[in-house]
Each structure stands twice: as structure tokens, then as C-alpha cells.
């Protein structure tokens, strides 16, 4: 069976000519949405994928109706495949339940992995760069040096009986930082 998806993004849009592709394609049943791509819940896609059983054909008008990246259009064709379900793209003449169809996915695929690579590779760089001007990422430290030597030496100071003269809560409350923020600035100072 062929199962139709149609999208626009907004009101003053309208779907005839999807509806009228899907027709032509010969689906005998479709959904649509009316909203913006970029929104990851789509009620009418999400009814299609539920409809949809193995052997059947999800058909859209074009590949920017169905995913919102590259990296998304790409899951939602392997979900497709999972289920033994087909997707065929009018305007890009790609149909996966084809040999040639499946090639260019798998293409699609590598492209997506190889710019999520780079954009890695890029962060990694841009944070080196960093780190050799001397700038270190990460939140700042909520005290400064001396302040957190005062917690680490008022944690350490005992009374005669061997017990501390403050509590962790009196320091944290003294000093206005978490429990969690104190124990790494011991941890720090034991290193």
C-alpha cells in the first residue's frame, strides 16, 4: 500500500499540490501536518509511521516535507527500513525499495556522518586554539584561590577530641557554595 505525507509549514499555505502528487502516485491513503518542520512532534507523520506496515510505501511530495536535517531525514529512513517499510520522493526520484534508491541513501548517510566528523574535528581544533591563548572552558570557579583554601583548612581544623570544629553544612553555609562545589575543592586540594 501506498501511504501519502504531506507538509506545510504554515496557514497560508495550502496542500493541494501535494495531495494531488500523492494522488497521481496512486496513494490510497495519506496524512498531513500543518506546521513547521523544525517541530520534532509531527501528529499527522507520527500517524503515518504507526499506519504503516512492512511491505507498505511511505510517499512524500519532497524530502524537505518529511525530515528536518539531513541527520533526521537519515533516522527516519532507517526506522523505515527497520520496518520493511519503502520511502519514495517524488521531486528526487529516490525510492528505497529500489537498488539505486537505497545507494543514495546510504550516500546520504556517509555525508551526514562525515559532516558530523568535521563539525567535531572543528570543535576539538577551536577548543586547542583556545587553550593554547590560555583560556580554559568550563564554569568558573564559584571562589576564589584563597577562599578555597579557607574551606579546605577550616574542614581540617579539629577540636581536641579529634572531631571537627565545623560541620561541611556550617562551611558551605558560611561560605555560600553547594556540598558538592566543597568536596571538589577538597578533592582539588588533595591533589
Known amino acids: 500500500m501506498h501511504i501519502g505525507y504531506a507538509r506545510i509549514s504554515?496557514?497560508?499555505q495550502n496542500l493541494h499540490l501535494q495531495h494531488d502528487a500523492l494522488a497521481k502516485a496512486g496513494c490510497e491513503k495519506a496524512?498531513?501536518?500543518r506546521m513547521s518542520g523544525a517541530k520534532a512532534q509531527r501528529p499527522g507523520l507520527s500517524a503515518a509511521l504507526e499506519f504503516a506496515r512492512a511491505g507498505d510505501v511511505l510517499v512524500v511530495w519532497r524530502l524537505d516535507r518529511l525530515g528536518?536535517?539531513?541527520k533526521d531525514?537519515?533516522?527516519l529512513a532507517t526506522r523505515l527500513d527497520d520496518a520493511g517499510v519503502?520511502?519514495?520522493c517524488l521531486q528526487e526520484a529516490i525510492d528505497t525499495t529500489?537498488?539505486?534508491g537505497k545507494l543514495v541513501f546510504h550516500i546520504f548517510g556517509a555525508l551526514a556522518e562525515f559532516e558530523r566528523n568535521l563539525i567535531r574535528e572543528r570543535t576539538q581544533a577551536?577548543?586547542?586554539a583556545a587553550r593554547a591563548r590560555?583560556?580554559?572552558g568550563g564554569r568558573p570557579k564559584a571562589l576564589d584561590a584563597d577562599k578555597r583554601a579557607l574551606a579546605v583548612q577550616l574542614y581540617h581544623e579539629r577540636n581536641t577530641d579529634g572531631t571537627t570544629k565545623r560541620t561541611v553544612k556550617d562551611i558551605c553555609s558560611l561560605l555560600g557554595i553547594s556540598r558538592s562545589t566543597f568536596y571538589s575543592y577538597l578533592e582539588e586540594a588533595a591533589s
Open 86 to 88: 519503502g520511502l519514495r
Open 134 to 136: 590560555g583560556r580554559k
Open 68 to 70: 528536518r536535517s539531513l
Open 31 to 33: 496524512f498531513e501536518d
Open 126 to 128: 577551536g577548543l586547542l
Open 73 to 75: 531525514l537519515i533516522d
Open 98 to 100: 529500489t537498488s539505486g
Open 10 to 12: 504554515t496557514d497560508d
